[in-house]
């Protein structure tokens, strides 16, 4: 069975620094997938970033980048220069081979102006 | 634009009837999938479906039932069954090799 652990439910950034949001996995399938999605107020899901579990490099998009170490089967989302607009929850999801997700509890971020 | 529409955004139920909340896809995803989200918590698999015509439960199905007549559509009643079904309710679809799109959700309360 996956598992999904996020120790942090809430977090403070001042704006513009950068903040590690952590998540570990747990998983016994050799080949998977580590989804980071941003869930706004609003309620809606979006997807930020993506990792395979045979990639050899850490994932980037934008100012987002994925802090992947699979031996310790973490997969840490880092966002860097924090903006106002990155005030939301954050939930880090793992994809089994067959195609069902599992989420984890989620970080609330703040960020302070 | 392709996506996933979800309708109502907002549902108000009294309390045991039962209510169907809309899920339709445009992006010729295999498979759908429903989450029931509570304040504070994560995600939780209520139903998914990953062909026409077939579907299975997920980890809290009890009081919840789906239909998958078109590969578009993946609705799904909140029966009076479920004793406490006030959450935000996310549908969501994808396809192998691909993570998921969420739809925009809904949001029940009982009245």
């Known amino acids: 069975a996956q598992k999904i652990t996020q120790t942090q439910p809430g977090m403070f950034v001042q704006e513009k620094e950068a903040v590690t949001l952590d998540c570990t996995y747990d998983?016994?399938?050799?080949?998977?997938?580590l989804f980071w999605y941003k869930q706004p107020s609003s309620g809606e899901m979006i997807f930020l970033i993506y990792?395979?579990?045979?990639?050899?490099q850490n994932a980037t998009e934008g100012r987002y980048s994925l802090n992947f170490q699979k031996a310790r089967k973490s997969a840490n989302l880092v966002i860097s220069a924090s903006q106002l607009g990155d005030s939301a929850m954050y939930f880090c999801?793992?994809?089994?081979?067959?195609?069902?997700?599992?989420f984890g509890t989620g970080t609330s971020l703040t960020v302070i102006p | 634009d392709g996506g996933i529409t979800q309708s109502p955004k907002y549902l108000f139920r009294k309390e045991g009837q039962n209510v169907t909340l809309s899920c339709e896809q445009n992006?010729?995803?295999?498979?759908m999938y429903w989450y029931r989200q509570d304040p504070g918590q994560g995600l939780r698999l209520i139903y998914y479906?990953?062909?026409?015509?077939?579907?299975q439960k997920g980890d809290i199905a009890e009081g919840y039932s789906v239909s998958r007549e078109k590969k578009e559509s993946f609705p799904l009643t909140v029966t009076s069954a479920q004793k406490n079904p006030t959450a935000f309710y996310l549908c969501?679809?994808?396809?192998?090799?691909?993570?998921?799109?969420f739809g925009s959700g809904t949001r029940l309360t009982v009245v």
């Open positions: 998983t016994s399938d050799p080949s998977y997938g």
């Open positions: 479906s990953q062909i026409v015509n077939d579907f």
């Open positions: 992006l010729n995803h295999d498979a």
């Open positions: 990792q395979g579990s045979y990639d050899q």
């Open positions: 969501a679809s994808s396809m192998v090799g691909d993570g998921y799109t």
């Open positions: 999801a793992i994809e089994n081979p067959g195609n069902q997700f599992y």
